[in-house]
T-cell receptor, first 115, second 110 residues
Framework: GAGVSQSPSNKVTEKGKDVELRCDPI?????LYWYRQSLGQGLEFLIY????????KSGLPSDRFSAERTGGSVSTLTIQRTQQEDSAVYLC?????????????FGQGTRLTVV | RKEVEQDPGPFNVPEGATVAFNCTYS??????FFWYRQDCRKEPKLLMS???SGNEDGRFTAQLNRASQYISLLIRDSKLSDSATYLC???????????FGTGTSLTVIP
């Protein structure tokens, strides 16, 4: 497909389990972003990948959160030992990263529920 | 101080009304500006980019004031389908980072 693809679309997990969320960006987009959005709240930045540069991890809320981007394309966000406060929609976006005028395109998100 | 600030609303307006949203940003090095629309339980989608000279797309007009560091969105002749949350977005060229406002909620009432 032509858009940003995320999987799974919904994930219910038990507290303490690890989860992996996947993002497949638009082909050729060098920039990839992860955000999360709790119900009724704004977007919270998590992490940003740009090409082969070191990622900007400044938004990760704790060391239980990590992300990688293999081959400059697909990214995986991993949450270890999930807690109930991790319940949110996790949104991935990609951008061509070419200059300042290019917008971000979002995937449909993964709705994570920790029970 | 937040990078981008918006009035969260909610704005409840009748069909056909004109409504305006404002947004302020703190980083003077900000390079690009956008308005995104987010429907309930959906992902944000680009509504329009905001250019220095101002730009219009049908019923929507976006303005940028760099001196005062604010961006506006004007919606004329509101439709029921305009009901959504509108996100003000600023991109800082250095680092290519996007900064999102918390959004302004709009409900257009029949």
């Amino acid at each position: 497909g032509a858009g940003v693809s995320q999987s799974p679309s919904n994930k219910v997990t038990e507290k303490g389990k690890d989860v992996e969320l996947r993002c497949d960006p638009i082909s050729g987009h060098t920039a990839l972003y992860w955000y999360r959005q709790s119900l009724g709240q704004g977007l919270e930045f998590l992490i940003y990948f740009q090409g082969n540069s070191a990622p900007d991890k400044s938004g990760l809320p704790s060391d239980r959160f990590s992300a990688e981007r293999t081959g400059g394309s697909v990214s995986t966000l991993t949450i270890q030992r999930t807690q109930q406060e991790d319940s949110a929609v996790y949104l991935c976006a990609s951008s061509s990263g070419q200059g300042g005028t290019t917008e971000a395109f979002f995937g449909q998100g993964t709705r994570l529920t920790v029970v | 101080r937040k990078e981008v600030e918006q009035d969260p609303g909610p704005f409840n307006v009748p069909e056909g009304a004109t409504v305006a949203f404002n947004c302020t940003y703190s980083n003077s090095a900000s390079q690009s500006f956008f308005w995104y629309r987010q429907d309930c339980r959906k992902e944000p989608k680009l509504l329009m980019s905001v250019y220095s000279s101002g730009n219009e797309d049908g019923r929507f007009t976006a303005q940028l004031n760099r001196a005062s560091q604010y961006i506006s969105l004007l919606i004329r002749d509101s439709k029921l389908s305009d009901s959504a949350t509108y996100l003000c977005v600023v991109k800082v060229y250095t680092g290519n980072q996007f900064y999102f406002g918390t959004g302004t909620s709009l409900t257009v009432i029949p």
